[in-house]
């Protein structure tokens, strides 16, 4: 594969919930586009596997960083580790995320709710505290962040994974604006109804067949690290992205 199929090569990039789903389909496209990609997953399994597929397809090896990013520590740490090997990080790729289960408000278990709210905002504070350093020291550092419709359109029993998703939504966009005048920039990447197992959870009897699958996604993951992005006024949408291309 040549440089100009290899647009990221050299960059460094940073992908979590990189075992399965969106996640994995974003960091196996990174690594085809030439990024050596760092592989967040609370299962070792699950990235040994994701892996051994990037070798086969490059050549290369992924560096695996088997946390659960509810650990805020452990993101400190990795953030350290990225610090003291590379030096810098170019493309952060946040696709982790819990559903937290279809339940109404009023009968969440705080338990429950308190893991939803770790998994799918604190661990976005987490990241962009620990990551920011290190996205300034690229020349052109991309944080793309997973989002979903319901943070603006929430609706019965999605409470917590709306709330949290909203949540993320609103941190995401005051950081941007606070880093406008660096190399970094950030945007909201809506993916829609995919095949994963999120989607499974949440809609037991819908056919997966009738679903785009997640490696679709991934070179719209691939354009947006190199994109010169603006604030994140506006959700970037798989299914626009899709229709563009269906059309041109």
């Known amino acids: 594969m040549s440089e100009i199929e290899r647009p990221l090569a050299g960059r460094i990039a940073l992908v979590t919930g990189a075992s399965r789903g969106i996640g994995r389909a974003a960091a196996l496209a990174l690594a085809v586009a030439g990024a050596h990609v760092i592989a967040v997953a609370r299962t070792q399994g699950g990235l040994e596997e994701l892996d051994d597929v990037i070798r086969a397809e490059t050549g290369a090896r992924a560096t695996l960083a088997p946390l659960d990013i509810a650990n805020g520590d452990g993101i400190d740490q990795l953030g350290l580790a990225i610090h003291e090997r590379h030096g810098r990080l ?3 790729v946040h696709a ?6 279809l339940i109404p408000v009023s009968h969440m278990d705080p338990t429950r709710f308190e893991h939803v709210v770790q998994v799918n905002l604190t661990a ?11 996205l300034r020291q690229s020349d052109a550092g991309r ?22 998703k909203a949540g993320l939504e609103a941190l995401v966009r005051c950081w941007a604006d606070e880093i406008e005048n660096t190399p970094v920039r950030a945007v909201l990447l809506d993916p829609a109804a995919m095949r994963t197992r999120m ?28 994109a010169a992005l603006g604030l994140p006024r506006e959700t970037a949408k798989f299914s626009e992205w899709k229709r563009a291309g269906a059309s041109a």
Request: charged share 20%; aromatic share 8%.
């Open 124 to 134: 976005t504070y987490r990241l962009i505290r620990s990551m920011e350093p290190l």
């Open 96 to 101: 982790a995320a819990v559903l937290g289960g």
């Open 143 to 164: 944080a793309i962040f997973l989002t979903s419709a319901v943070a603006v359109r929430p609706r019965a029993f999605w409470g917590g994974y709306a709330a949290t």
């Open 199 to 226: 989607r499974a959870e949440a809609f037991p009897g819908e056919d997966p067949e009738t679903l785009p699958d997640p490696n679709e996604i991934g070179p719209m993951v691939v354009e947006l690290a190199q």
């Open 90 to 92: 170019d493309i952060m």
